[in-house]
């Protein structure tokens, strides 16, 4: 069976320092790969999504970076931390894009800037 | 407009209470529409896909009216353990992305 993880789950960072998520999905190959942020009493927001190694797209701008090193990895950066990156960070994979693809998330990770 | 909306809640109802969520979508060209479920500080779970005929899993049944753009989730005689943010969630956009509503909060009393 597929399974995700990313981590740290909880961490605090200071505003200006770098930031790094890692997520890895296990039990499927080629997946689509997603990263949201969800905002204290605000919706699931997608932040960015690649369908292949090397392969990302923005969907927002912001002070985010996302890469795909391997086919199962995604990682989540920023170089410089903003207050307003605090928040649920969830990772999150599926077979295919769109109409009947159920999306699975990791365990998330809570962020908070201070 | 948003693309998704929802009540956002609280809902408080007595256990065995039966409940009733509605979700409203802007895009028209949606084809795929699900109910996820999370609990506090957790990750949306998968609760049900939504099917165009209705569907039921237990005690829940999903609708949509596509009509009047419109989704809903029926949960009959509620459980503590369903005390969650129902999160509804449609495809939409040029890439056909999932989008998700801000949730619904329900909060069932002993």
């Known amino acids: 069976s597929q399974t995700i993880h990313q981590w740290p789950a909880t961490l605090v960072q200071p505003v200006g320092s770098p930031l790094s998520l890692e997520c890895t999905v296990e039990?499927?190959?080629?997946?689509?790969l997603y990263w949201y942020r969800q905002a204290a009493g605000r919706g699931l927001q997608l932040l960015f999504y690649?369908?292949?190694?090397?392969?990302i797209s923005s969907e927002v701008p912001q002070n985010l970076s996302a890469s795909r090193p391997q086919d199962r990895q995604f990682i989540l950066s920023s170089k410089k931390l903003l207050l307003s990156d605090s928040g649920f960070y969830l990772c999150?994979?599926?077979?295919?894009?769109?109409?009947?693809?159920?999306?699975?998330f990791g365990e998330g990770s809570w962020l908070t800037v201070v | 407009r948003k693309e998704v909306e929802q009540d956002p809640g609280p809902f408080n109802v007595p256990e065995g209470a039966t409940v009733a969520f509605n979700c409203t979508y802007s895009n028209s060209a949606s084809q795929s529409f699900f109910w996820y479920r999370q609990d506090c500080r957790k990750e949306p779970k998968l609760l049900m896909s939504v099917y165009s005929s209705g569907n039921e899993d237990g005690r829940f049944t999903a609708q949509l009216n596509r009509a009047s753009q419109y989704i809903s989730l029926l949960i009959r005689d509620s459980k503590l353990s369903d005390s969650a943010t129902y999160l509804c969630v449609v495809t939409g956009g040029a890439t056909n992305k999932l989008i998700f509503g801000t949730g619904t909060l329900l909060a069932v009393q002993p």
């Open positions: 999150a994979w599926s077979a295919g894009m769109g109409s009947g693809n159920t999306i699975y």
């Open positions: 690649s369908v292949g190694i090397g392969q």
């Open positions: 039990g499927t190959s080629n997946p689509n």
